[in-house]
């Protein structure tokens, strides 16, 4: 290929071979490399302008007490220790995110695969369901979140009526703290209508001989679940967690939108808001960014709560995705 | 040419690397100037200049326009371009970004912001500019108002209109409940909340008063306004768990939860009121007797008209307070120059005239119902008044009068305070004196970080 590359300029026969065999193929590589960058040139861009840049500066303002005004002035390790040591509010955010987490991405998938499973086994109106848990994943977050804070309501709302009706113990939901979490929770699976979707053409992807093999070999419909569909629907499972715990980490409208609304600063009366409404039981760590970040003009102090939400995102995306291809090798 | 290239490939690198270092830095270096421009103004150039403010509702946005005409017709080389529903957030944004479509006015009205406003420089000092102007503020603004407009001797802004507390009853409840006179004092106000208030089942078919810090309007700070109680010492730490008042408010406040029902109870029915700022209000509707509330819930109820009668009185006092009756807690909006703006001779006219124009004070105040902020506006005879808006023009009168002071943190401080009460009233924290001293140490905490 060499020799066709100098053929073409007339350069390998009227100079010592061996040099310029080099030259050419130095030339080459260059050429190459630019062209490389060339069309990796919009990713790099990217990359460098939405990610690294901003990266960059946070672990920099992290450093540095900085409000906006004049220039950021360094100093050290003092953010951290006030985040981690001196506010109590830190820890508090980042036990109800954890618990958001923990309880929701384990909900919201077992409840869409669930759905997703009853949808493809439905004969008649299979149509009908899809659509109906589709449609809330279409209501904006803030609409629903108010919708369900009214439902909601302990006092005057039509699920406790109900409850009540019943004989049923009726909660404070968004009042009480101990049921805040669970109420958000409700929410969410509420708009379970995107996992649904996902699952369900994963499941229709499952080749249907191997449910005729499993079903020959005497399997019963739990066994046709856990031999046949779990296999076939586990990277997507994965798919549903990973991002499951990406967007819960990143967790804030519903949050702060129930607190307002139940807590009743919604007008705005120059009131000051007290996030995290009952006691701090929905306060998580974005919600404790903003705060900090442009409510108080502690960049410094938001950036570190930034960084610490991104260290865990990293970590538990990168073991899950770590645990995920060990699996897939023995599967394999 | 090759090894150019390399070098010129090499040289993009770090210019780009660089050019990333210097966004970095130039982003965080968009600083405020001390002194600002000056213009033209004076000498009868014309100037145009941007006033940011918070107004929203038709009739608001109506009465800030005629403003502006009246100073434009007595200024007319000056112009003012208003931009109206300016939420807080994107005023700090702004004044932190400058540039060309920043305000040079701006107005806010959240007082608790006024600490960062001045310590950060962000509005400029306007002493001088009062001195100038032969103003002098001690004989013109309320001493509430301007406590809530400076900063450590930094008067960075200037109260525009004010909001003030008071008591509102429902007369109709008063007389089937056999009260002939608004309670005065704390004792007084405890026994008739009892009366006002007639249970059902579990719930409440009338409540007295809704002591709940969750309860709208009454708050942690709107309540230690009765006690005249000081957030700060000299020293500028948190004096929450010195001053006595603030265990005494706070216990104050639980002996009437305790004593209307329980917090659980109380919480319960607190869910079923409507939205606060709506006819839905729970004064309006009848479900509470009376209400801590400001003045412009007078228009409100004068709009909704509810089916009973109401009155307006001062909020109580505590029981070995009982001589400073008529005191209650003052808020308001405040109004600055942005120290970015090059317009400040014009920015001041203007400030000057939304302030402390008698006349001008007087029609904004009429045309939004709310209290004006001079003391010649206050006592002016074309202010329009019944006995209902009297008592909040008399309350922002009254030297014991009090308000939240400005802090460097913002409003972080009573956002703290608030969170005690919440603990304290839900039976989450029970003692009090504990709580108070935890919550000073956190208040210092979040200063010192914030210096």
Redesign the interface.
Known sequence: MSLAFGTRKGAGATTPAAPATQHLLRRKRRRETARTLAFLSPWLIGVSVFFVYPLVSTAYFSLTQYNGFGAPAFNGLKNWDYVLDELPTFWQGLRNTLWLVLVMVTLRVAFGLGIGLLITKVKTGAGFFRTVFYLPYLAPPVAATVAFAFLLNPGTGPLNHLLGELGLPQPGWFADPDWSKPALTLLAMWGIGDLMVIFMASLLDVPQEQYEAAELDGAGPFQRFRYVTLPNISPIIMFAVVTGVIQTMQYYTQAIVAGKVASGIAGNSGQQFEPGYPQGSTWTLPQMVYNLGFQRFDYGAACVVALVLFAISMAVTSILLRRRSGFMASDD | M?PT??RR?RRTIAA?AGG?VL???A???T??SESGGSDDSASGKDVTITFWH?WSQDSEVKAINDTIAAFERAHPNIHVKPVGNV?D?KV??AL?AGGDDAPDVVSS????NVG?FCS???FVDLKPQLQKSGIDPARTFPAAMLDYTRFQGNQCSLPLLGDAYGLYYNKKAFAAAGIANPPKTFSEFADDAKKLTIADGD?YKQLGFMPLY????S?TEHFLGQYGATYFGADGKSNLATDPKVAAMLNWQKGLVDQLGGYARL???????G???SAKNPFQTGQVAMAIDGEWRTASLAENKPDFDWATAPFPVPDDQAASYGRGYQ?GTIVGIASTSKKQAAAWEFVKFLTTDTDAVVDFANAIHNVPSTFDALSSPKLVSDPSFKTFLDVAKNPNSGTTPASV????Y??SL??LG??IE?G?QTDVQAGLAATAK?ID?DIA??K
């Open positions: 090759h290239t390399s490939g780009v990333a966004a970095l830095f982003s965080a270096c600083g405020s918070g939420a957030d700090n944004q932190r009205f959240t007082t608790n960062m950060t420089k962000a719930s969750h309860g709208y309007e708050t919480d319960k029915y607190r869910a079923t009121f939205e606060e700022f808020t943190n913002g409003g972080g009573i956002v608030q969170n919440y603990d839900s989450k956190q905490t970080q914030a």
